[in-house]
Structure formats: C-alpha cells, structure tokens
C-alpha cells in the first residue's frame, strides 16, 4: 500500500480505513509455521520455545530485546538450496548474501553446509575470512568499491569481483595488473526489468545507482573493454532484479536479456562466457498472507529458463550462480521485547511499547515491511485487540509492527516476539538515541550461545573520544 508523504515526515497515528486489514486469526496462540522458525512451538504450559528452550529462560539468560537464531532452521535451508541446486544442475553454485546478516559463526556453517559466501564491503570480506572461508569461494560485490577493498580481494584470491562501472573495469585490472594477478570478474548489468518490490529495493530498472545499463550498448562496450585488459578474466555476467521477489517472471525476462548479451558477445569476440548470475532477492514470509516458492522449486524455474534461452540462442548453458540471503536467515531468527506500557486510543487503536524499536528493525519505517508478531511468554484466551507495536525512541516513526493483533489482556511485562527478522534487522541495526543493539543468540538442541554478544556502555563510549 502507497502511504501519502507528509512535510514533516510520517504521520501520527495514521489509522487504517476500517476492513483494510485482515480480520483476526481464529486463535492467537496459534504461530504459522510458514513464518516462524522450523523448531518453534508452544510448550505445555504455553509458553513458546525455540531449538528446545523457552523464551523466559531465553529472556532471563540473555535479556531483551534479543535476536534468537534457530541454528538448525538456518542449516536445514543452506543444505535445501544447496541440494536443490545440485539436483537440477550440478554446475551451479549457491552464495549466501552476506548483507542479510553476517558473523563469524554464520561463515563457519555456510562453509560447513557447502554454500559460498558474497560480500558487499572490507568489513563483510574481513569477518569471512577471519572465520576460515576459502577466499575462492567468496564474491566481492559493490557500486563504489575502493581501492583497499580490491587489493584485499584480489591479494587474498577472492573467487569473483562483480565490477560495478567502467571506472572500476579499469580500476580493478590495473590493481590486478600490479600485483601480478589475474582477477576473475563478473560485469553487473541492468537489464530493464521492473520487480514488483518497494522503490528502495528495486534493482534492475535503469534509472539506479547498480550496474551498467544493457540499454544503448552500454553493458556491450563494458565486455569489449574487460576483454582487453590483461588482469581481468572475465568469466560471466551478473544481474539483479530487486528483493522480496515472489514471481520468477521477472527472472525470465532478466535470463532473456542476459543470455541475449551472451549471444551479441559470442557473436563479436568469439568468446562463451562460462558463467551467469541472476542474483537473489528471492521472498520470505513476513506474514501469512505472503507465499514464497520452495527452493526445489526457484531452482527447477530458473534452470529451465537458463535451458530455454540457450538452446534458442545456440550457447552451450552456461554455470549458473544465484544469491539467496533473506530466504536463508531471515525465517531463522525472531526478536523478542518486552512490553513496557499499553496504551488504548479508544476508537482507534491500542500502542504496544516495546524495549527496543527502530535501533533494531528499521525495515518498517524505512520499507512500510509488514511483520506479523505474538505473544509468547503464555498462552491467552482473551479477545483480540488491534495493536500498534512500536518502540521506545524519539520518533513517531518508530514502528516495529503496523498493524497486528494481540490479545487484549496484554500487559507490562509480557514477552512478545516478532518473526522473520534474520535478515536486515541486526545488519541494519543503529545506536539511535544511543540505543545499545541487541545480541544475536543463536540456539539449537537445548543449547543456546551469544554469537553476537549485546553492545555495552563501555562499546558505546570507547568510540567517542571527547
């Protein structure tokens, strides 16, 4: 839904027309396993547990707010794209997005799960290789990528880098060239498709800031020129549609597009670029009305498209890559809060504040994301009542939930949680109003363990030198 702009930003309670939402779930209690995280339930006495402890033991060890990752969920869906990949093609490859969320601990399971890695700045490249993943196999992706960040990729072997412009084409094969290397590269076009996603993360129309347009020629001189500079090997080409994709057409016109440059080159140089990469982007459920494909299912698509296209071009089908991020990490892991107050605008609606906010998922305020959310620390009998979650800081933006349904004996104190906030949320995370982000938890078989520990005061105020 299109929210109108206001001069001073959003607005204020910004009430829905009665009968836009949904109407409220036959069972609160109730957590829809399509959003929540595979080892997730309700115990005995109501209370949910995730990887076999539940979340009052989890809040009371850990605190609030807290990002809980269901480690088996998270291995369970590396080893589902992964196969699912292999079984339509073995000359495929998998990389983990790593901006949807990285730690050391995430690198060592994308290796031990057999995924690569793809990494989008100095800080992500240095995290992998500092928890052991082999340098070829991860990508270095980037618009603006500096001249540190590609020495360090190309002096510690990184498999690809994805160039980005045509000053980078040079850049990169002069830093190769002098380090006496030859760097394996990929060129990022746009192709001209539309995603049906949010403006912000739309990445395949021409008019944005990623890759070199297929328009005008332009991704056409970008080869020409990779293919004369002797530091690069240019193994393929790479496109991106946009996130939170849940329709593969778009992926059918960006394969067509793509395998049509593949022709136009083969045509020129005489050469068949091995590889091509579509990118991800590929959707999650957020809410039960969303329904993403299966990973079976993404990878038998996009191998018949990449067959489709080839055979009616006359190429030998190419190695093809793909990205998933969001659609690893993020059913993984849920944010619990506590509630701090209840406030009901009779007539309106009822605002939940939470302990944490917009320091720990901005994704509501700066992509109108829609989440679903539960109470957690018991089970209710109590009628529904629509809720507003928000946050404790200064904004009145500063909305976690817009619109849910929440028992309506909810008080202070309860625990409630939030699904699906793997990807983005901690990766995006800020110290707003001096905020100390949350830890990631990570949990599985009974065990829990920080892998990424709560910021502290002291964090805070190492940094501000006075």
């Known amino acids: 839904m299109s929210r109108s702009a206001h001069p001073a930003g959003p607005r204020h309670a910004d009430v829905l027309p009665e009968g836009h939402y949904a109407a409220p779930?036959?069972?609160?209690?109730?957590?829809?396993?399509?959003?929540?995280?595979?080892?997730?339930?309700?115990?005995?006495?109501?209370?949910?547990?995730?990887?076999?402890?539940?979340?009052?033991?989890?809040?009371?060890?850990?605190?609030?707010?807290?990002?809980?990752?269901?480690?088996?969920?998270?291995?369970?869906?590396?080893?589902?794209?992964?196969?699912?990949?292999?079984?339509?093609?073995?000359?495929?490859?998998?990389?983990?997005?790593?901006?949807?969320?990285?730690s050391r601990a995430v690198v060592r399971w994308l290796n031990e799960e057999g995924l690569n890695l793809d990494v989008c700045s100095a800080g992500e490249l240095a995290t992998a290789l500092a928890a052991g993943m082999p340098a070829e196999r991860i990508a270095l992706h980037g618009n603006n990528k500096s001249t540190a960040e590609i020495e360090r990729a190309v002096e510690e072997g990184v498999g690809r880098i994805v160039l980005d412009s045509f000053q980078e084409i040079v850049r990169v094969a002069h830093i190769a060239q002098r380090l006496g290397r030859r760097q394996r590269v990929q060129i990022r076009i746009t192709v001209g498709v539309e995603a049906h996603t949010h403006e912000f993360?739309?990445?395949?129309?021409?008019?944005?800031?990623?890759?070199?347009?297929?328009?005008?020629?332009?991704?056409?001189?970008?080869?020409?020129?990779?293919?004369?500079?002797?530091?690069?090997?240019?193994?393929?080409?790479?496109?991106?549609?946009?996130?939170?994709?849940?329709?593969?057409?778009?992926?059918?016109?960006?394969?067509?597009?793509?395998?049509?440059?593949?022709?136009?080159?083969?045509?020129?140089?005489?050469?068949?670029?091995?590889?091509?990469?579509?990118?991800?982007?590929?959707?999650?459920?957020?809410?039960?009305?969303?329904?993403?494909?299966?990973?079976?299912?993404?990878?038998?698509?996009?191998?018949?498209?990449?067959?489709?296209?080839?055979?009616?071009?006359?190429?030998?089908?190419?190695?093809l890559s793909v990205e998933p991020g969001r659609a690893i990490v993020g059913p993984t892991a849920f944010t619990l809060y506590e509630v701090g107050t209840v406030k009901e605008l009779p007539g309106l609606r009822t605002y939940v504040s939470v302990d944490g906010g917009m320091s720990d998922n901005i994704r509501t305020a700066l992509y109108d994301a829609e989440y679903s959310v539960a109470l957690v620390s018991r089970a209710s009998t109590a009628e529904p009542m629509l809720s507003r979650v928000v946050g404790k800081h200064c904004e009145s933006g500063d909305i976690v939930v817009r619109d849910a349904f929440l028992p309506a004996d909810l008080a202070p104190g309860d625990l409630i949680a939030v699904p699906a906030t793997g990807a983005y949320c901690r990766s995006m995370a800020s110290n707003y109003n001096h905020a100390l982000r949350p830890p990631v938890v990570a949990v599985r078989d009974g065990q829990a363990r920080e892998i990424v520990r709560r910021e502290t005061e002291e964090d805070l105020l190492r940094l501000d030198v006075g």
Request: hydrophobic share 40%; aromatic share 8%.
């Open 201 to 319: 993360i739309a990445t395949a129309h021409e008019d944005q800031k990623f890759g070199i347009p297929l328009a005008g020629g332009l991704a056409a001189e970008a080869v020409r020129r990779a293919l004369k500079l002797d530091g690069l090997e240019l193994i393929g080409i790479h496109s991106h549609i946009g996130s939170q994709i849940f329709d593969t057409s778009g992926f059918e016109v960006a394969a067509h597009r793509v395998v049509g440059l593949l022709k136009e080159i083969r045509d020129e140089h005489g050469v068949e670029l091995p590889e091509i990469d579509l990118g991800g982007g590929l959707g999650i459920a957020y809410t039960s009305e969303d329904d993403p494909r299966e990973p079976h299912e993404i990878a038998k698509a996009l191998r018949d498209i990449v067959h489709r296209e080839c055979d009616a071009a006359g190429l030998a089908v190419p190695r």
């Open 25 to 102: 779930p036959a069972d609160l209690n109730q957590l829809d396993p399509r959003v929540w995280s595979r080892t997730v339930g309700r115990n005995a006495d109501g209370v949910v547990a995730v990887g076999g402890i539940d979340v009052k033991t989890l809040a009371e060890e850990f605190g609030t707010p807290a990002y809980f990752l269901d480690e088996a969920d998270f291995r369970a869906r590396c080893r589902a794209w992964r196969e699912a990949f292999q079984e339509q093609e073995e000359d495929a490859d998998v990389f983990y997005a790593g901006k949807a969320f990285l």
